[in-house]
C-alpha cells in the first residue's frame, strides 16, 4: 500500500468538499477548538508546506506560516500540490516533524495522512457536508492513531481521547482517538 496514494486520495476528498465553498463559509466554526474555517486552512496550508519541505530538505524552518492571501481555497490547493509534488519526487529518508522530532519519512507521510483524514471531517463538519473517507486510507490513518499514547493533557498537540462505544465506526474510534467528538455539529 502506497501512503502517497493514499494521502492523495484524502486530500482529493477535501478538494471536492472546498470545491462549493465561498469566502463567506470562511468564519464557521469547526471541530478544532477555537478555529474557524479560516484558521484551520492556514493551518492546513503551513502544515501541507512544511511538510513538503521537510520531505525535500530533512526538515522545515516554518511549520506556522502558512497565509490564505486572496483567495484562501486556491492558496489551500497550492499547498496541498506542494506537498504531493514533493512527496512523489521521493523523501528525505528522516525527516523533522515540529515538536514531535525526527521520524523516517514513513512515519511522517502517515503522519500527514492522518492529518488530511481528520481534516477532511473537520472541513466536512464545518461545511455541513456527509464525509465519506477513503476506506483504506481511514484503515491506515486508524493503525497509526491507535499507537499515539492515550495519557494526554489538554492543551498538547492531541486532545484527550474522546471515548466511542465498543461498535462505533473506524471513522468515530479514529476521531474519538485523536480527541474530536464523532458527534460534533457547527
Known amino acids: 500500500m502506497d501512503i502517497r496514494d493514499l494521502d492523495r486520495r484524502s486530500l482529493g476528498i477535501i478538494d471536492k468538499l472546498l470545491a462549493g465553498a465561498t469566502e463567506a463559509d470562511l468564519g464557521r466554526p469547526t471541530p478544532c477548538a477555537g478555529w474557524d474555517l479560516a484558521e484551520l486552512l492556514r493551518h492546513q496550508i503551513s502544515e501541507n508546506h512544511a511538510f513538503a519541505t521537510a520531505a525535500r530538505e530533512g526538515s522545515a524552518p516554518d511549520w506556522d506560516g502558512g497565509t490564505l492571501g486572496d483567495d484562501a481555497f486556491a492558496a489551500y490547493s497550492r499547498s496541498a500540490e506542494d506537498a504531493l ?11 523533522t516533524i515540529r515538536e514531535f522530532g525526527d521520524f523516517p519519512a514513513a512515519i511522517a507521510l502517515r503522519m500527514h495522512l492522518v492529518d488530511s483524514v481528520a481534516h477532511g471531517w473537520d472541513i466536512a463538519r464545518a461545511l455541513g457536508l456527509p464525509y465519506e473517507p477513503d476506506a483504506e486510507a481511514l484503515a491506515e490513518a486508524l493503525r497509526f492513531v491507535e499507537n499515539i499514547p492515550t495519557d494526554r493533557e489538554p492543551g498538547g498537540s492531541f486532545a484527550p481521547v474522546v471515548p466511542t462505544p465498543p461498535a462505533a465506526s473506524d471513522l468515530d474510534r479514529f476521531l474519538g482517538l485523536l480527541g474530536r467528538d464523532p458527534a460534533w455539529v457547527s
Not at 85 to 95: H, I, K, L, S, Y
Request: proline share 9%.
Open 85 to 95: 509534488t514533493a512527496f512523489d519526487e521521493g523523501t528525505a529518508p528522516t525527516m
